[in-house]
Each structure stands twice: as structure tokens, then as C-alpha cells.
Nanobody, 124 residues
Framework: QVQLVESGGGLVQAGGSLKLSCATSGRTLSSYTMGWFRQAPGKEREFVAGIISSGGRTYYADSAKGRFTISRDNAKNTVYLQMNSLKPEDTAVYYC?????????????????WGQGTQVTVSS
């Protein structure tokens, strides 16, 4: 069982930055592709960014390209999402997810484990 715990969310003004972290305990993340998703009120959960187990390949949703950076430190069993130039429309609960293997998928159904989420609120 992989338990994921997100942190780093909060309230930030438009144009600001936040760095989210997703850590695990009890199981190494080095064999897992990791993804970040988000869910805004009244909307479906959507893919934001993904990174393969080695960290050598990443993929971003169009909304995240050029502003967000996903990275990982397998020695620390932690995945990060650096978010810059935040916009009010980035307001959502952000979730990290893990799937065994090296494919980055944008659909939720492909991920086996989920964290509880961290709230990001961007004020205008």
C-alpha cells in the first residue's frame, strides 16, 4: 500500500508562487509514475502534470505548461509541483497520484493511489 500525503497548499495572490510536495511513507516511490491532478469546485478532477519513475520525462496539461514544473527526489520519496504565475483559475484542491510503471496517463483511472489533497487558493 502506498500512502501519499500532500502539503504546501495555501492562499496566494495572483502572480505568486507555491510549491506543493507529495511524500510517501512505507513504500518507495522510485517504481511509480507520479501525477498531479486538481479539482475546482463544481468541476471534474483534471490532470495537471506527470513524471515517470526516473524523472527523465514529464508531461503537462496545456494549462500548466510554462508555469508549473513537476519534479521528484526518489531518495526522499517526494514529488513536487512548483507553481509560478498563479491565476485565480488555478484555485482547486490539488491531489498527487501514483501508478506502477513508466507511462504518464492523464486519466484518473490509470492511477492506483491517491493523496487526500491540498487546497490552493489564488486571489485576484
Amino acid at each position: 500500500q502506498v500512502q501519499l500525503v500532500e502539503s504546501g497548499g495555501g492562499l496566494v495572490q495572483a502572480g505568486g508562487s507555491l510549491k506543493l510536495s507529495c511524500a510517501t511513507s512505507g513504500r518507495t516511490l522510485s517504481s511509480y509514475t507520479m501525477g498531479w491532478f486538481r479539482q475546482a469546485p463544481g468541476k471534474e478532477r483534471e490532470f495537471v502534470a506527470g513524471i515517470i519513475s526516473s524523472g527523465g520525462r514529464t508531461y503537462y496539461a496545456d494549462s500548466a505548461k510554462g508555469r508549473f514544473t513537476i519534479s521528484r527526489d526518489n531518495a526522499k520519496n517526494t514529488v513536487y509541483l512548483q507553481m509560478n504565475s498563479l491565476k485565480p483559475e488555478d484555485t482547486a484542491v490539488y491531489y498527487c497520484a501514483a501508478r506502477l510503471g513508466n507511462g504518464i496517463f492523464t486519466a484518473q483511472k490509470n492511477y492506483d493511489y491517491w493523496g487526500q489533497g491540498t487546497q490552493v487558493t489564488v486571489s485576484s
